[in-house]
C-alpha cells in the first residue's frame, strides 16, 4: 500500500565486529536468542551489484523462517556496512537504515543514505538490511507476479502456493527480529535506526521488539502498525485537499481546483473512463520534495480532458507495462505478500474468499457515501489500487504468524523523530502525527509543501538537515 508509487557503538571496527553475541533474552519477545556466528570486517566481501556506491562491504545471516519452528528452515538475509569514514577517531556507534515498500532493498537506496546522513558518517557506521524476499536477501520465487504476467490477483494466489507454509514467515515482526540478529551478529551493541515509509512501520516493530538496543528513532513518513482504518481514509483525503493546496499556491494556476476535480470525476463517469486511473494519479503526486508539481500535473491533464484533448490525460494514467525488470531493487511480492500478512483489510482475514467478498461489498454499501469527496466509497475500494483487492485470495494467518506489535507492548522511551510531508497522500500528516503519539519521547516535524519521504530526494533539503540535528543531539558527530 505504501509505495504504489510505481520509508540505526563500537571503538574499533575489527575489535567489535569480532565480538561475540552473547546468549540472552529477546527484548520485547520471551524467547531465548539463537546462537550466532560473529561475523568480522574480514569476512565481509566487495557488493558488485548492489549497494552501488563504493566503500560498502557486504554480507549475510542465515535467518530460520520461522524461530519457533526449525522445520520451515532457513533463508538468507542479506545486508552492507559503509565503516566510518574517520578511522582515527573513536567510532560514534551505528546507524542502521531500512527501505520502504515493503519491496524496495535498502542496500538499492545507499546513494540516497549516504546523502542524507553526510557528516555524521564520519564518525558513524552505516548499516543496510535488506528485508528477507528482497535486496542482497534470498529472493521470492515468484516470477509470474514480477514479471506482470497476469491479474495480481492471480500471480498473487501463485506466489503462495509456492510459498506454502513459508507464507507467513514473510512478516515484519519476522524481519524486525532478522534486523537485530545482523546487529548481533556483527556485534554492536546500541544503534540509531532510521526507516522511510514503510521502513517506518518496520522501525517501529523493531523499537517495540527490541527496545534497549536503541538510542534514537527516525521514523520519515511513517505510519502506525496497529489502530487505523482499514479504509485508511486520510490517504484520499490528503491527495485531494492537497490538489487545491497545490493550486493556491501556484502563479501558473488559477480558478477551483477542487470544484474542477469535482467536474473531472463526473465527466470520467460519463464518458465510461472511470475515476480510478484518477485516483491513482492523485495517489501517486504525493511523493518527494515537488509533490505539489505533481499534483498540477494532474490538474493540467484534467483541465485538458475537460477541454477535448485527451491525450495529456491518456499520458498521465496509461500504465504501461505492469513487469518489474530489476528485482534485487523492488520486488512486487515483498509489497503484496507482506502488506497482505501485516495490513488491516476491509474484510476479516481469517474468513473464506467467498467470505470476504461479501464483507467487502457490505463495508462499501455501509461506508458514509460523501466521506471521500468527490469520489464514493465504492470507487476507492474497486476502482483504484487503494482497497489491496489482490488480498482477496491470500491465504488465512497461520499458527506461526506474530503481529508487527507484540500484544499489550508500550512504546520505548527512546528518543524518536517522526517526519511527515504536508502533501504527502501515501503516508499522511494524520498518520504521522498518531505515530509519533505513541512515542513518549518524540518529537513530530511536518514539512510544508513536501511529500512521501522527500528527504531522500535532497540532503540539503530543510527535512533531511533536520534529521541530522536530531541523531548529532542524541547519538554524536
Known amino acids: 500500500m505504501r509505495e504504489r508509487v510505481q520509508g540505526r557503538r563500537f571503538a574499533a571496527i575489527a575489535a ?12 520485547g519477545c520471551g ?34 523462517f520461522e524461530r519457533e519452528d526449525a522445520s520451515l528452515g532457513t533463508t538468507k538475509v542479506g545486508f552492507a556496512v559503509r565503516p566510518r ?77 509456492r510459498l506454502g507454509d513459508r507464507a507467513m514467515s514473510y512478516r515484519t515482526s519476522a524481519a524486525a527480529d532478522d534486523i537485530d540478529d545482523v546487529r548481533r551478529a556483527l556485534g554492536f551493541g546500541e544503534i540509531a535506526l532510521y526507516g522511510d515509509s514503510y521502513g517506518t512501520f518496520l522501525g517501529q516493530s523493531y523499537a517495540y521488539r527490541h527496545p534497549e538496543t536503541l538510542r534514537a528513532l527516525v521514523l520519515d513518513s511513517a505510519y502506525p502498525l496497529e489502530g487505523e482504518d482499514p479504509w485508511y481514509p486520510s490517504l484520499p483525503r490528503t491527495g485531494v485537499r492537497s490538489m487545491s493546496i497545490a493550486c493556491e499556491r501556484s502563479d501558473e494556476c488559477s480558478g477551483d481546483a477542487g470544484k474542477r476535480l469535482e467536474r473531472l470525476a463526473e465527466h470520467l463517469r460519463e464518458t465510461n473512463r472511470g475515476t480510478g486511473g484518477l485516483i491513482d494519479a492523485i495517489s501517486e503526486a504525493g511523493s518527494g520534495p515537488n509533490a505539489g508539481e505533481y499534483y498540477l500535473d494532474v490538474d493540467r491533464a484534467g483541465r485538458e480532458l475537460l477541454a477535448g484533448n485527451p491525450e495529456p ?19 512486487r511480492a515483498g509489497e503484496l505478500v507482506v502488506g497482505c500478512n501485516d495490513y ?39 476502482s483504484s ?88 543531539g542524541h547519538i554524536g558527530g
Open 16 to 27: 567489535v565486529l569480532g565480538a561475540t553475541a552473547l546468549a540472552a533474552l529477546a527484548a
Open 31 to 64: 524467547e531465548a536468542e539463537r546462537e550466532l556466528p560473529s561475523i568480522s570486517i574480514s569476512e565481509l566481501r566487495p557488493c558488485g551489484e548492489l549497494p552501488v556506491p563504493d566503500g560498502f562491504r557486504c554480507g549475510s545471516i542465515t535467518a530460520p
Open 85 to 161: 569514514g574517520n578511522r582515527e577517531r573513536p567510532s560514534l556507534g551505528p546507524i542502521f537504515a531500512v527501505e520502504g515498500g515493503p519491496g524496495y532493498s535498502s542496500t538499492g537506496t545507499a546513494n540516497a543514505y549516504m546523502n542524507l546522513f553526510g557528516p555524521l558518517l564520519r564518525r558513524h557506521e552505516l548499516v543496510l538490511v535488506d528485508q528477507r524476499g528482497q535486496g542482497r536477501s534470498e529472493l521470492y520465487d515468484c516470477r509470474d507476479l514480477q514479471r506482470g504476467r497476469g491479474p495480481e490477483w492471480i500471480t498473487l494466489s501463485e506466489c503462495a502456493r
Open 313 to 331: 490525460w491518456e499520458r498521465l494514467t496509461d500504465e504501461g507495462n505492469p513487469g518489474f525488470r530489476r528485482p534485487r531493487s523492488y520486488i
Open 344 to 382: 488491516p483489510m476491509i474484510w476479516d482475514k481469517d474468513a473464506g474468499e467467498e467470505q470476504r467478498r461479501e464483507q467487502l461489498e457490505r463495508a462499501i454499501r455501509e461506508y458514509d457515501d460523501d466521506a471521500f469527496e468527490p469520489f464514493s466509497p465504492r470507487e476507492i475500494a474497486l
Open 385 to 472: 489500487e487503494l482497497g489491496y483487492l489482490e488480498c482477496l485470495t491470500w491465504p488465512p494467518p497461520g499458527p506461526h504468524y506474530e503481529p508487527p506489535k507484540p500484544a499489550d507492548a508500550d512504546a520505548p522511551d527512546v528518543p524518536t523523530l517522526v517526519v511527515a510531508g504536508e502533501l504527502d497522500d501515501i503516508t499522511t500528516p494524520i498518520e504521522g502525527r498518531l505515530v509519533a503519539a505513541e512515542f513518549p519521547n518524540s518529537t513530530f516535524y511536518l514539512v510544508r509543501d513536501a511529500g512521501h519521504v522527500s528527504s531522500l530526494y535532497d540532503g540539503h533539503s530543510r527535512e533531511a538537515r533536520r534529521i541530522r540535528r536530531f541523531l548529532g
